[in-house]
């Protein structure tokens, strides 16, 4: 069987540059071994002036060129891209095709499985306790729940910006093995930490950057514990529907509504690729369940990255990044900052998602697609992602950099 556990870590992985420029380029020390130098904390945005071409029947052209370009090099099956920018015009064209089998065509209408994106809604929902003054962000996690490696000194902050040194329970070997072996699997929370919590510490609190959805599980938890109610109904009720979006959700179980495509993955236990559309998302939970479309990802790129649901001095908090060893790239809590880019990505079995806004232009680019297979070690998203910025926004190119090779170990 192939290893699979560092394609399920990225799964949920972070950056458009995610699985590869936030876990594949940061190794984890072991915990008592020296600690890395002090992280930069800056906005790592460029100072371009954030130029947004005007999107002409041309640049138009030139933005499906290279669309169909990286289709056809990374074997992409269908992809829906969204540009917008205020006076420069809009681009929203669907390419390829929905269903391998049928030939039934992508369309910009689709609801899709988001991945971590969902990240950034459980994150948002934390910060709205924070703004209301019922937990604090550097309140233990031992404070809220028992039973977690270095506990009383993780703090709520730490792990929303992937600094806790707690292990990332996909890429636990015993992890892998029960999720390729039966993908419909519900795992609990609980389940889920318990794959992380048998493995030691890799490092102690704030001394690096290392992405780990154990991070986003344990503030699920916490932000049930706080409200007395269950996360799915927090997010839809405190975040999703202020922010009127009304094709976004947190399932409770296997449901994909239509219309949406087929996914097309690699990772399963035979490594063949096989559809993987309604395989159960709970191992991702509060990291990575979410289903959404294209124009509430357009919404909540611009919600996430303006702050409209915080207050402003939470909102700065969380724009504050801390550098994840590559220039022009940094973490803040549950989002990045990736040249200029604010916003995250996502990506599970099947699907990847990529949702930033880039505020001196006021732009918003969204990528959908229906295949989370790797290309030369690469993420399929990040790839479109940096040949259309290369043509919009040429100063701001996203990621700005070729993304390494993950590690397997």
């Keep these: 069987m192939k290893t699979t556990h560092t394609r399920l870590r990225r799964a949920c992985a972070a950056t458009a540059a995610a699985g590869l420029l936030l876990t594949g380029a940061v190794t984890a020390t072991a915990y008592g071994a020296p600690a890395p130098g002090p992280s930069v904390s800056a906005a790592p945005s460029p100072d371009t002036g954030g130029e947004f071409k005007q999107i002409t029947p041309a640049v138009a052209l030139q933005l499906d060129a290279a669309v169909r370009q990286v289709m056809r090099e990374a074997g992409v099956p269908g992809v829906i891209v969204g540009l917008w920018a205020p006076g420069k015009g809009s681009y929203v064209k669907a390419f390829g095709v929905a269903d391998k089998a049928t030939g039934a065509p992508m369309r910009t209408d689709f609801n899709t499985r988001i991945g971590s994106q969902t990240k950034t809604f459980t994150v948002t929902a934390l910060l709205q306790l924070v703004d209301q003054g019922k937990v604090g962000l550097d309140d233990p996690i031992g404070d809220y729940i028992s039973g977690v490696p270095n506990g009383d000194r993780i703090t709520l902050r730490e792990l929303a910006g992937m600094r806790s040194g707690l292990f990332n329970y996909s890429e636990d070997p015993a992890f892998d093995k029960a999720f390729t072996t039966d993908p419909d699997r519900r795992f609990t929370p609980q389940e889920l930490l318990g794959y992380s919590f ?35 109904e927090v997010i839809d009720k405190d975040v999703v529907e202020p922010a009127g979006l009304n094709r976004t959700f947190f399932p409770t179980g296997a449901e994909f509504p239509r219309p949406h495509a087929q996914g097309y993955t690699d990772q399963t236990a035979s490594g063949k690729v096989e559809v993987s559309t309604d395989w159960d998302p709970s191992w991702a939970w509060a ?81 959908i697609l229906n295949t989370d297979i790797l290309h030369d070690g690469q993420e399929p998203s990040t790839l479109f992602g940096e040949a259309i910025t290369s043509i919009v926004t040429p100063g701001n190119v996203y990621p700005g950099h070729k993304p390494s090779e993950p590690k397997t170990g």
Excluded: C
């Design 287 to 367: 990291a990575g369940a979410m289903i959404s479309d294209l124009q509430n990802l357009r919404s909540w790129a611009r919600t996430l990255a303006t702050g409209t649901l915080l207050t402003p001095a939470t909102q700065a908090q969380r724009l504050k990044t801390t550098s994840v060893g590559i220039p022009g790239a940094g973490y803040g809590l549950g989002l990045f900052d990736v040249q200029g880019w604010i916003g995250h990505n996502g990506s599970l079995p099947g699907y990847e998602s990529l949702g930033v806004y880039l505020p001196q232009a006021q732009a918003t680019m969204v990528v």
């Design 198 to 232: 048998k493995h030691p510490v890799q490092f102690a609190p704030n001394a690096q950057f290392q992405y780990s959805n154990t991070n986003l599980v344990l503030l699920g938890l916490v932000i049930e514990k706080v409200t007395g109610r269950p996360l799915a």
